[in-house]
């Protein structure tokens, strides 16, 4: 069983960065997917950045060029650095990770972005 815990949210300004952070506990196995995803009040859960094994990254268009996805699949750790926030950007934000073929996910962090 792995059990992912997110770390890093909070109530930031527009224009401002906040670094969220996801550890993973358990057996982790050989080449996993790690993924940060969003959701806002009303909308759908989306996807923001992923991370494959060989650290291959990609990330939404919304948010390239601001947000950096980075960590150490292995590990089970994951982290976001979202930089230039903006108010479209407040949601809960989720970490997942796919192993074997299962799914995992966090239990969500809140972001803010507000005045």
């Known amino acids: 069983q792995v059990h992912l815990v997110e770390s890093g949210g909070g109530l930031v300004q527009p224009g401002g960065s906040l670094r969220l952070s996801c550890a993973a506990s358990g057996t982790i196995l050989s080449f996993t997917t790690m993924t940060w995803y969003r959701q806002a009040p009303g909308k759908e859960r989306e996807l923001v950045a992923r991370?494959?094994?060989?650290?291959?990254?990609n990330y939404a268009d919304s948010v390239k060029g601001r947000f950096t996805i980075s960590g150490d699949n292995a590990k089970g750790t994951v982290s976001l650095q979202m930089n230039s926030l903006k108010a479209e950007d407040m949601a809960v934000y989720y970490c997942n990770l796919v192993s074997a073929g299962k799914n995992y996910w966090g239990q969500g962090i809140q972001v803010t972005v507000s005045s």
């Open positions: 991370r494959l094994s060989g650290g291959y990254t």
